[in-house]
């Protein structure tokens, strides 16, 4: 067993440890022993990597052309957590912030001490028990066993598509992953069910495009339709229905979220018009790309900005909770289409790719068009961690809106219709950053600023300003990037 495992004797010996003592600690309950062996764990993953990575790289392969590693965005993960161990009432509500702070910290420390082990060994484990100190007890186990699950999904990302993450990027997905099953463990009966629903039908989703793609990349092409049926059906019968019904008290699901939506004061106006508003939307665009074929790309792609700003702003201020289920099930389909495009099934990959491929920039390179799935999972993070402490707070859930939808849309049109100063290292300008930061000034002035009080108003202001330089100096996706650091901050102030 030993001569298969590629890890010397003693990392084997050492995770072998870790998993007899963590079902053990369970069932005996025992912190201590909980939290020897999720170190234990964290150790052995940390220090496998550290000594199979070059010299500042975990995953060498996980480098999308023309663009940095995120390495900036990686270090904003430990100063979160830092705001976070000051104010632990936040660290209660939004546990997923002190994960990816935490987790954030020990890929850090892989990355920057290299072919060290030992400090990574030291650095990677401290951050394992910062998390599961900072948090819920039934959180602890979740948290010792997620920084591990990180880099074991990061290795799995460089195979299935290195070149269209960044390394920063890469980790932000691991991180939402990893998230994802955590919580589900954690809160599987928490009195929240429609959060259950959302976190079992994304992860089922993610485990069903894992399996179609890699399973796709050996096959025939007439038996991709039947192998992507497959999937689908299996796991929705054997595993999305099923917990779906564990966690509702065998109640049927879809039943129950249809009784949901109607029950809603105004479920049914909104549903209406989302429909509506996409129904109506996504083809106009197509069309305006094909009537105005002179108009700049990056353009072109903040039509969708303006339309996600139309279906978002409705749903914050009416119903939330039921905008939080409208986006997990864009994202879903958004995820399946994908994968029938990468896949290559016809016919559904030949008009999703004459569609798709006439909005892609140049972030969008190998096998994956990111752009429009990091859009949709980057202005609903904010909602969906919000669903877990049960409160709603306008500005917070505005987020990716603000930042996304106004900000950076802002900013690409004016930067190229009216920049002639850039920043220096970049080819953002000075005029478009300037026109962002007032848009969305104006906007939160405008909208939710006379709900709050000046010192909070000002926090936001600065959460503002430092989202839209983050937007002039990142090579990392926007989509994803800008939403995270605004509600990451915005959190710090309001908590």
């Not at 914050?316 to 389909?333: E, K």
Request: net charge positive; charged share 10%; hydrophobic share 55%.
């Amino acid at each position: 067993f030993f001569r298969f495992l590629p890890m010397s004797r003693t990392r084997a010996e050492c995770s072998l440890f870790a998993c007899v003592v963590l079902p053990l600690a369970w069932s005996l309950h025992s912190h201590h022993l909980d939290l020897a062996a999720g170190l234990l764990l964290s150790v052995f993953i940390c220090s496998q990597y550290s000594h199979r990575c070059q010299t500042f790289l975990v995953c060498s392969k996980l480098h999308r052309r023309n663009c940095d590693h995120g390495f900036i965005l990686l270090s904003l993960g430990p100063v979160v957590g830092a705001a976070f161990l000051l104010q632990n009432s936040a660290a209660q509500k939004y546990p997923g912030l002190v994960f990816a702070s935490c987790s954030s910290l020990a890929v850090w420390s892989v990355v920057m001490c290299g072919r060290r082990p030992w400090l990574t060994a030291a650095v990677a484990p401290a951050a394992a028990a910062l998390a599961a100190f900072l948090v819920h007890p039934s959180w602890q186990a979740a948290m010792l066993a997620g920084i591990p699950a990180v880099f074991l999904l990061l290795n799995l990302l460089e195979r299935l598509s290195a070149t269209s993450f960044s390394f920063g990027e890469a980790v932000v997905v691991c991180q939402g992953i990893t998230y994802l099953a955590m919580d589900l463990y954690a809160n599987f009966d928490s009195h929240i069910k429609i959060l259950t629903l959302i976190e079992i039908g994304l992860l089922g989703v993610v485990v069903m495009c894992g399996l179609t793609t890699a399973a796709c990349a050996y096959a025939r092409p007439a038996w991709k339709i039947h192998i992507f049926v497959f999937f689908v059906s299996f796991l929705l019968v054997m595993a999305v229905i099923p917990l779906g019904r564990l966690s509702l008290r065998n109640e049927d699901p879809v039943v129950w979220l249809v009784s949901f939506v109607v029950s809603r004061q105004q479920g049914l106006q909104l549903v209406a018009y989302w429909a509506c508003t996409v129904g109506g939307g996504v083809p106009l665009l197509g069309w305006l790309s094909k009537r105005f074929p002179s108009i700049p790309k990056s353009i072109q792609r903040k039509y969708f900005h303006v339309l996600l700003v139309a279906i978002l702003w409705p749903g914050i201020v009416w119903d939330p909770l039921l905008l939080s289920l409208a986006m997990a099930v864009a994202v879903c389909v958004m995820l399946l289409f994908e994968c029938l495009r990468v896949c290559d099934v016809s016919p559904i990959a030949i008009w999703a790719d004459n569609y798709m491929l006439r909005f892609v920039d140049s972030k969008d390179v190998g096998g994956l068009v990111l752009s429009p799935l990091y859009l949709l999972v980057g202005c609903s993070l904010p909602l969906w961690l919000q669903l877990g402490s049960g409160f709603f707070g306008v500005t917070l859930s505005s987020a990716g809106l603000l930042a996304t939808g106004i900000g950076d849309a802002v900013a690409s049109v004016i930067g190229i219709c009216f920049g002639r100063v850039q920043w220096p290292f970049t080819n953002k300008t000075v005029e478009g950053t300037l026109a962002s930061v007032a848009a969305q000034c104006l906007v939160f002035s405008l909208v939710l600023q006379p709900h709050m009080i000046w010192p909070q108003a000002v926090g936001v202001y600065v959460c503002i300003t430092l989202t839209a330089v983050m937007e002039a100096f990142t090579e990392q996706n926007d989509n994803l990037t800008l939403p995270i650091v605004f509600f990451a901050t915005a959190t710090a102030v309001f908590f």
